[in-house]
């Protein structure tokens, strides 16, 4: 079933309380301020697209694609981004409300978490090779079986990685989040 092609267009929230997106295929597009929590958008693709200060907690993304889809000041809270369609999966996060949410087994290399919370998300089993984790809140996220071998963790802080479950080989660590890197030995470090 062919989508129809929507390209170049800037949807507000005035804009979908009127009239809700269609299931589509949405090119180069900029999402302002829309409530899309609760939403279904399974089977939609984005590509190129940029979320500016919406919520999307919620929504439900079976096969939903997103290539080269930037998120800022977004809530997506509880979302099962591992429903999603994994083929070009490429999304970056900026300043974003992740709680909660699923990344289990995508291939995100190089993704970019930069000021987030990703307080109880679940990485179990994803590929975060070179992923950078700036100003990001891991406190309970889960990894397990993850891949994070040369991910940036400096400036992230609240981890607890376990280093004998996870691939870690040339990931950078600071003092004092690597600390998080022990967790599982149960000691303490005065």
Do not use: W
């Not at 809700?20 to 609760?38: A, V």
């Not at 974003?96 to 089993?125: G, H, I, P, V, W």
């Not at 280093?163 to 600071?174: E, T, V």
């Amino acid at each position: 079933m062919d989508l129809p092609l929507i390209e170049d267009q800037v949807f507000s929230q005035a804009e979908i309380a009127k009239t809700p997106l269609i299931k589509g295929e949405y090119e180069y597009c900029t999402f302002n301020n829309c409530d899309l929590s609760n939403v279904d958008l399974s089977g939609m693709i984005f590509g190129d697209c940029r979320f500016n200060g919406c919520n999307l907690s919620l929504a439900k993304l079976s096969k939903t694609m997103f290539k080269e889809v930037k998120f800022l000041d977004c809530k997506l809270t509880g979302l099962h981004f591992d429903h999603c369609d994994a083929f070009l999966f490429a999304v970056d996060f900026d300043n974003c409300l992740l709680q909660l949410s699923s990344f289990y087994r995508l291939k995100m290399r190089k993704t970019n978490f930069l000021r987030t919370d990703l307080r109880e998300a679940d990485f179990t089993e994803a590929d975060l090779t070179g992923a950078l984790f700036e100003e990001t809140d891991l406190q309970n996220a889960v990894f397990d079986q993850t891949i994070l071998e040369k991910a940036n963790f400096t400036k992230a802080f609240n981890y607890s990685i376990n280093p004998d479950n996870n691939r870690i080989k040339n990931a950078l660590f600071s003092y004092p989040g690597v600390l998080g890197l022990l967790n599982k030995y149960q000691i303490t470090i005065a």
